[in-house]
Nanobody, 125 residues
Framework: VQLQASGGGLVQTGDSLRLSCAAS????????MGWFRQAPGQEREVVAA????????YVTDSAKGRFTISRDNAKNTVYLQMNSLKPEDTAVYYC???????????????????WGQGTQVTVSS
């Protein structure tokens, strides 16, 4: 499975961005999907996750109320809508796919089997 993330960029505090991650697989609906980020000098952290059906999601506390994860299984794509961006959201954002046997998601990065190349998000103050 290949994952292609896009949509990053340089924005100002309070702006919005939508990240997309397109997957090259015929069985996209077999995968839980996640978005992670890594800032310079920091460990990778989970931002959001979604189950294979799209009806169960997770958003990290620091992004609740601002970020929304969604997926379109017909388009093999997962999205991360980011609103009210803050400088502390600056990081490289990665999408990931993990095979699941049930209708749940993962928040632990080691559970994911495939990773995209990352897209840079920079929020200026």
């Amino acid at each position: 499975v290949q994952l292609q993330a896009s949509g990053g960029g340089l924005v100002q505090t309070g702006d919005s961005l939508r990240l997309s991650c397109a997957a090259s697989t015929r069985t996209f609906n077999s995968y839980a999907m996640g978005w992670f980020r890594q800032a310079p000098g920091q460990e990778r952290e989970v931002v959001a996750a979604i189950n294979r059906n799209g009806d169960s999601t997770y958003v990290t506390d620091s992004a609740k109320g601002r970020f929304t994860i969604s997926r379109d299984n017909a388009k093999n794509t997962v999205y991360l809508q980011m609103n009210s961006l803050k400088p502390e959201d600056t990081a490289v954002y990665y999408c990931a796919a993990g095979i699941v046997a049930g209708p749940y998601y993962y928040t632990y990065d080691k559970k994911y089997d495939y990773w995209g190349q990352g897209t840079q998000v920079t929020v200026s103050s």
